[in-house]
């Protein structure tokens, strides 16, 4: 019952977060459900480059604010271990939407893709945040003060599980980015065009590659 009343206690105090963000402290998964809505909107309405970029403004706007979120939770200190690894396991799921939606910009300013390979990779992205949001599900469970019945141990162990399996679908996410990024970069060695490409996706190329 200690543990619980900590990872409650730490929920709580992520209530104090700015009142911009507060859709999402209520239920952290609005957030990355609603990047995997627009970003589907984005695939099924996009027929030309430039119409998917004015679409992806809607997805951007999402991030902002819960970039907002997450630069807020992030600044929430002096909490208990148990509670640290909750607010460091919804900070994967940030992470997840920052990877995507600052290179899938700059994927969408990239002549080596087509609108149709752009459409594919965004449906990637979606699909794989989506599990992500799955996996904040589980979370919200076992901290939610009415949730399931189990000792300590196990609620911490299943927040352990969640913690873990997120940071390997972050490792995934930066692959599935890298790789994607490895086609333009090959394309761009045929036309001696590397050297914007490396200076278009920046620290990415060197975090990614």
């Known amino acids: 019952m200690k543990t619980k009343f900590f990872l ?10 700015p009142s911009k963000a507060q859709f999402v402290v209520t239920d952290p998964t609005n957030l990355a459900q609603s990047i995997v809505n627009t970003t589907r909107n984005v695939v099924e309405t996009s ?32 909490l208990v271990k148990d509670a ?50 799955d996996m904040l599900l589980e979370l919200k469970d076992v901290v939610n003060v ?9 609620r911490m162990g299943i927040v352990s599980d969640v913690y873990e399996r997120l940071k390997k679908h972050r490792n995934l996410v930066m692959y599935y980015t890298r790789k994607n990024i490895s086609v333009s970069y090959l394309r761009a060695q045929k036309t001696g065009d590397t050297d914007r490409v490396m200076s278009l996706y920046g620290t990415a190329t060197d975090k990614y590659w």
């Open 84 to 133: 640290k690894k909750v607010q460091n396991t919804i900070l994967l799921v940030g992470d997840i939407s920052d990877i995507y939606v600052s290179n899938f910009q700059k994927m969408l300013s990239d002549s080596h893709y087509t609108v149709s390979e752009l459409s594919a990779i965004a449906s990637g992205y979606a699909k794989l945040l989506e599990q992500a949001s």
């Open 8 to 17: 409650v206690a730490a929920l709580i105090a992520l209530s104090s977060l």
């Open 47 to 78: 027929t030309t480059a430039s119409n998917m970029i004015k679409n992806f403004e809607q997805t951007v706007k999402i991030y902002k604010q819960g970039q907002e979120y997450y630069d807020a939770l992030k600044s929430v200190h002096n």
């Open 146 to 154: 009415n949730g399931l019945s189990m000792t300590d141990s196990e």
